[in-house]
């Protein structure tokens, strides 16, 4: 077989298994609210949060998928070197989410594989080949970095606002309401989970979507950026089997460690997730879910008790979510050369 087909095929793979440990390390972040608040078994959990998030990616378009997809340029790079550079940056992002799943830190998957691009593509082929997005942003136009960097800013502070504003909605609603009212709100939580399950899945497997039909252009075997179903597919199949397998680790500091987690806060966190991010999705917005979920925490426990609040917690995931983008690049910079020398020069 020639280098291309071969690189091509390992690009795949590693695609697949990125997508795998984003959902093994996201796992935590659907069911944390869930299993805090006690309204599910485990396999409950699973056979709910797995069914919905396998469908997330079939019926979630790939609106997402396009602006991870065109963020870098690598049109113009030879085709060998623009694989290689590809299987870099995924590196980058994979080595970072089984760092930070180990030391049970919530980070961000869809940090970590921006900053593990950004990171293979400036070192190896230069900052032209990164769309930055900041000349367009002058004409009103919002692509590129600039949309997938306010993207993740922005929607943590939906999450949080979001949240505080659900919960404050809730205790109107629920004001006269008996204890007994918690088993209403575990039994709603089975369709706000499978809501933020699908999110997740319509959100987070569209960047490996992107990611592969990328491989696919650059290895010239499609003839333009379109994600073919069997990606959409083997995407839907690899994430799932990720969140099944459970990052269970990061579920302690979720649901435990922010802020005390009832069934009025669960059910509020996840209506907020499932919220923030299948409007991202709607409009090709990539967003994190780990950012999402802590901030809606965040924002609710803020709403009842702010001073309940863990904020050292909340401080030091706000650190990890800082460091992530230059982490994941140092280590794709790393992968590249190391790569680079086994082709010889690619």
Not at 65 to 79: C, E, H, P, W, Y
Request: proline share 3%; charged share 10%; aromatic share 8%.
């Amino acid at each position: 077989m020639s280098t291309l087909l071969i690189l091509t095929i390992l690009t795949v793979a590693i695609v697949l298994f990125f997508d795998y440990t984003n959902g093994f390390h996201d796992a935590a972040n659907i069911v944390a609210t869930i299993i805090a608040s006690r309204a599910m078994t485990p396999v409950q959990a699973v056979i709910i949060v797995g069914t919905f998030e396998f469908l997330g990616p079939l019926l979630g378009g790939t609106a997402v998928a396009n602006t991870i997809g065109k963020f870098v340029t690598l049109g113009d790079v030879q085709a060998v070197l623009s694989l290689a550079i590809l299987i870099s940056g995924l590196v980058g992002a994979i080595v970072w989410n089984l760092a930070t799943w180990y030391f049970g830190i919530p980070s961000s998957s869809s940090h970590a594989l921006v900053g593990g691009l950004i990171g293979a593509v400036v070192v190896s082929a230069g900052v032209d080949n990164v769309v930055w997005g900041f000349s367009q942003l002058m004409h009103g136009q919002v692509t590129g970095i600039v949309k997938v960097l306010a993207s993740l800013i922005v929607s943590p502070l939906l999450g949080f606002w979001v949240g505080f504003l659900i919960l404050r909605l809730m205790n109107i609603l629920l004001f006269a309401a008996k204890p007994s009212a918690n088993t209403g709100l575990r039994y709603a939580q089975f369709v706000t989970a499978a809501g933020l399950a699908f999110s997740h899945g319509a959100n987070d497997a569209q960047k490996s979507m992107g990611m592969l039909t990328l491989a696919l252009l650059l290895g010239g075997f499609i003839p333009t950026f379109e994600v073919p179903f069997w990606v959409m597919l083997a995407c839907a199949i690899a994430i799932t089997l990720g969140i099944l397998s459970g990052g269970w680790r990061i579920v302690r500091t979720l649901g435990f460690a922010i802020y005390r987690v009832r069934p009025i806060h669960a059910l509020s966190s996840q209506l907020t997730s499932a919220l923030v991010i299948l409007t991202a999705s709607a409009i090709g917005a990539p967003v994190s879910t780990t950012h999402v979920v802590g901030t809606s925490i965040m924002g609710i426990g803020s709403s009842e008790r702010p001073k309940a609040v863990r904020w050292k917690k909340a401080k030091d995931i706000a650190i990890t979510w800082v460091i992530t983008i230059p982490g994941s690049a140092l280590v794709a910079i790393q992968t590249f050369a190391l790569v680079n020398l086994f082709l010889g020069k690619v």
